[in-house]
């Protein structure tokens, strides 16, 4: 022995006489094995890695993740995509947790068709099934932690149908919710469960599930020919364990390599987001196919039920000692029956999904819509105000119809925007008086351009303002500090009138219900752009092409009566800021 | 059903075993080895990686216009600091001290390069609140713990327009050194 080696064995020796290592690692690794190793074990091994895997993928995720509606969707972009190892880690967690709903049900089959619940097992039996409802907890928590589409939909329904539940439903679903809506609480709380509370709960039932499956013993073979053969886990059944365990994080490792977590658009509550549920909570988005209205309840209460129900009677109803699944008919049918049931109906969800164009049309370009965001670079999100404090204050934000407004739309709007965001040519103008601290004085001089090289910017030179004029204008740029269509549209509220029938029917559809933009630009204020006064809107009307409009602004609107177009445009006028 | 003693007799005992299990050990050892090593590896490069990288160098902030830098008397203004900080960049709120004699202007940072609080404008010059830390009007140690003169920050000027880089220094030492 080298003095290397003899010096090792004296740590653990002196490690032994106080901790008793020794005798743990034995214990651990000379568990009995009634009638030999079999890959038919690795299942429960594999269950303690992967929850391994996850705590401490999770743990890593959580040094840049926020729980905050408002930061979680820039968070996880960020180790999605900026992180060096961030999509492999995510990956694995993202992976990992699919493979922990498969491994578990493969699990709880093989203990099912080994009868291996049976033989004053009933606790372990009883535990685990508890471990099963608590992985499927972490998945449904978990989901929604990305903020994104998917994460916020696929959630909303989830609590919806939990809410549907009678008599405890809506209190349920609020004290998930954290209120009536799903916000910036809801993720805080799916947070606060899926990090401590189901970790720990998890954690202690599965020290316990394994404390009382070595007390009970290896069930062995269901058959009892060789029961009297008896091997250690080491080596045989820890090589069988780890060959497969290996196998698992393997995949996961490539799944995360080739197909990179899925991470969409950051969540939007005013999209028509398809919402489908993850693949293992498909059977029952299935079943609420066939089950409309008050029936719905079957697939949602009366049948997890029915199902946890059986799963936690069965081994105090299967009093038999019978192990061989084929001498057990009636239990084995049960088990097929449920796995191709559940199989079955996740294919047939698919498929459905698959058969419908518009839903498969839907699925398909939000699916490329969410690869077309990971594929985009990662942008920081930006945090705080851009003005400094000691910049000049100002008591009210731009009033709506003003005459600076007028003077805005007549000389600015073409370059600046509508909105004064900024355009083609023109810079944003929100803030920019504050954030660079500009004065009054300044503005006006910067307006008639006094003291600016003509060659300086492509900015005109608007000396045709009189001196009140710009005075106003620069009043006016001082205290805007928020996009001209919103102050607008406020002024909107106040009294236009209703849009006519003929606006609602033939332009509400692509301009928004009261013309504030929609797939079309909004139309409020348009009657003070150049090419675009009253009457050549009406003029417009009869051809938009000679307008330079093109598709999907219709070539022309037979359906609408002169009267109608008048109708329109003189609407659309009153929307003008005034 | 019983659990089974230590005591009942085991299989793979016999010596003609002992190689095929020393050779499973050797490979559940290698397997363990490189599922531990890719895991550290990644764990490594992940949560220590982005603490190595830049912060960002500022980029120029705008003070205010030249014009309005009284001549002889200090000003302290808010320049807007952005920094990328993982998932976010951050506009937060510095303070500078802008001085102008004649055309000379002089930026200084507001935090006092002993523990970081902010210098306050005093009869002639500069005081800390903190530890009394003293300045004269050109930023010139006087006295007090502060181990140098306060940190002078780049400026230009573009059109009418005063601009600063800001930028952090390491406390404590004795000559000015920039930080991140």
């Given at each position: 022995m080298s003095a290397f080696a003899s010096r090792l064995a004296k740590v653990a020796d002196w490690l032994d006489e106080r901790a008793g290592i020794k005798r743990l690692t034995r214990s651990a690794l000379d568990e009995p094995i009634r009638g030999g190793a079999r890959w038919a074990y690795v299942f429960g091994s594999t269950l303690v890695f992967l929850f391994a895997i996850q705590a401490v993928t999770g743990m890593l995720l959580a040094?840049?993740?926020?729980?905050?509606?408002?930061h979680a969707h820039a968070s996880v972009a960020y180790i999605q995509k900026a992180v060096p190892g961030g999509a492999l880690l995510r990956g694995l967690h993202y992976y990992g947790a699919s493979a922990m709903v498969i491994i578990v049900v493969a699990h709880i089959t093989q203990t099912f068709l080994y009868g291996a619940y049976k033989g004053k097992r009933e606790l372990l039996w009883v535990v685990g099934g508890v471990l099963f409802i608590l992985v499927l907890g972490f998945a449904f928590t978990g989901y929604l932690l990305p903020w994104d589409q998917e994460a916020y939909f696929g959630t909303k329904v989830g609590t919806s149908i939990a809410g549907e539940?009678?008599?405890?439903g809506p209190l349920s679903q609020r004290i998930m919710l954290g209120g009536t809506e799903l916000t910036t609480l809801t993720l805080s709380r799916f947070f606060t469960a899926h990090v401590f509370l189901l970790p720990l709960a998890l954690g202690l039932l599965l020290v316990l599930h394994i404390y009382l499956f070595r007390r009970a013993g290896a069930a062995g073979p269901f058959h009892n020919k060789d029961d009297q053969r008896v091997e250690r886990f080491y080596p045989k059944q820890l090589f069988k364990d780890s060959i497969f365990i290996f196998i698992i994080f393997l995949s996961l490792l490539l799944l995360a390599e080739i197909m990179p977590a899925e991470l969409g658009p950051q969540?939007?509550?005013?999209s028509d987001f398809l919402a489908r549920p993850a693949w293992y909570f498909l059977p029952l988005f299935q079943l609420l196919k066939y089950f409309p209205g008050k029936l719905s309840l079957i697939p949602t209460v009366v049948l997890p039920a029915v199902l946890f129900g059986l799963i936690f009677l069965l081994p105090f109803l299967d009093r038999r000692a019978e192990r061989n699944p084929v001498r057990r008919p009636v239990a084995t049918a049960i088990l097929i029956f449920s796995l191709t049931g559940a199989v079955g109906l996740i294919v047939l969800s698919k498929y459905e999904d698959r058969a419908n164009p518009e839903f498969s049309a839907k699925l398909k370009q939000q699916d490329e819509e969410a690869k077309a965001f990971l594929k985009t670079a990662f942008q920081p999100q930006e945090i705080g105000r851009?003005?400094?404090?000691?910049a000049p204050q100002v008591a009210n934000p731009a009033e709506a119809g003003s005459t600076p407004l007028k003077i805005f739309f007549a000389n600015c709007a073409n370059c600046h925007g509508a909105d004064a965001t900024g355009g083609p040519i023109g810079p944003s103008l929100i803030n920019l008086a504050r954030a660079r601290n500009l004065t009054f004085d300044y503005l006006t001089r910067w307006i008639a351009g006094h003291g600016r090289e003509p060659s300086a910017d492509s900015m005109p030179r608007y000396k045709q303002l009189t001196e009140e004029e710009r005075g106003e204008l620069a009043d006016w740029l001082l205290k805007l500090d928020k996009p001209v269509e919103q102050a607008a549209s406020e002024s909107q509220t106040s009294g236009d009138g209703e849009p006519p029938a003929a606006f609602s029917a033939?332009?509400?559809?692509?301009?928004?219900?009261?013309?504030?933009?929609?797939?079309g630009p909004s139309l409020i204020g348009v009657t003070s752009k150049p090419n675009r006064t009253e009457e050549d809107l009406l003029k417009l009307l009869n051809n938009p092409r000679a307008f330079g409009l093109k598709d999907p602004m219709p070539a022309s609107f037979p359906a609408l009566t002169e009267d109608d177009k008048r109708a329109i445009v003189e609407w659309l006028d009153r929307l003008k800021p005034k | 059903m019983q659990p089974i003693s230590n005591s009942t007799e085991v299989s793979g005992e016999a010596p003609a075993s002992a190689k095929r299990r020393s050779f499973l050990g050797v490979v559940i050892g290698l397997i363990w080895s490189a599922v531990t090593a890719t895991l550290g590896v990644t764990i490594g490069r992940y949560s220590i990686a982005p603490a190595l990288s830049s912060t960002g160098t500022s980029e120029w902030a705008d003070v205010g216009l030249l014009d309005e830098i009284p001549e002889g008397k200090p000003v302290k203004r808010s320049v807007v600091v952005s920094q990328n900080a993982g998932w976010g960049r951050f506009n937060s709120q510095r303070l500078v001290w802008v001085t102008r004699k004649g055309e000379q202007i002089t930026v200084f940072s507001a935090a006092c390069p002993h523990l970081g609080c902010t210098i306050n404008e005093a009869a002639n010059g500069f005081i800390c609140p903190c530890h009394g830390s003293a300045w004269n009007a050109d930023g010139e140690k006087l006295g007090g713990p502060t181990p140098r003169g306060m940190d002078v920050l780049e400026h230009r000027v573009e059109g009418d327009m005063l601009k600063v880089k800001y930028q952090y220094f390491k406390q404590g030492a004795a000559q000015k050194e920039q930080v991140g």
């Open positions: 040094i840049y993740y926020v729980p905050s509606a408002d539940v009678p008599l405890v969540a939007d509550p005013t851009s003005v400094p404090i000691t033939n332009c509400a559809l692509c301009h928004g219900d009261r013309a504030e933009g929609n797939i | -």
